[in-house]
Nanobody
Framework: VQLQACGGGLVQAGGSLRLSCAAS????????MGWFRQAPGKEREFVAA?????????GQTYYADSVKGRFTISRDNAVYLQMNSLKPEDMAVYYC?????????????????????WGQGTHVTVSS
């Protein structure tokens, strides 16, 4: 499985961006895809994930507390991260991740080690 992420850029605080991640290769089974981010000098952290088994859209979603209510993860032919009300602390390199066709157990869904597939990072810059 290869992941191609795009959609990063520069935005003012309070603005919005949408990231997208397309997966190529076999995606049957139960999959979890999501996003991690890493800011300069900080550890990589979980942002959001969506888990599904079949169907063309939808799934169970999971969010970091820091983005709940501001970010929305969704999927159809790709996985999207709609980021609203962006803050300077959201500035980071965002990585698309995937795990499947056997998804991680729910207790580990926020761990980077649960995801064997990683896309290239896309930069999100938020100016204050």
């Amino acid at each position: 499985v290869q992941l191609q992420a795009c959609g990063g850029g520069l935005v003012q605080a309070g603005g919005s961006l949408r990231l997208s991640c397309a997966a190529s290769g076999r995606t049957s089974g139960t999959w979890t895809m999501g996003w991690f981010r890493q800011a300069p000098g900080k550890e990589r952290e979980f942002v959001a994930a969506i888990r599904w088994s079949g169907g063309r859209s939808g799934g169970q979603t999971y969010y970091a507390d820091s983005v709940k209510g501001r970010f929305t993860i969704s999927r159809d032919n790709a996985v999207y991260l709609q980021m609203n009300s962006l803050k300077p602390e959201d500035m980071a390199v965002y990585y698309c991740v995937a795990a499947g066709p056997v998804s991680p157990i729910l207790s580990t869904i926020r761990l980077s080690s649960s995801y064997p597939y990683w896309g290239q990072g896309t930069h999100v810059t938020v100016s204050s």
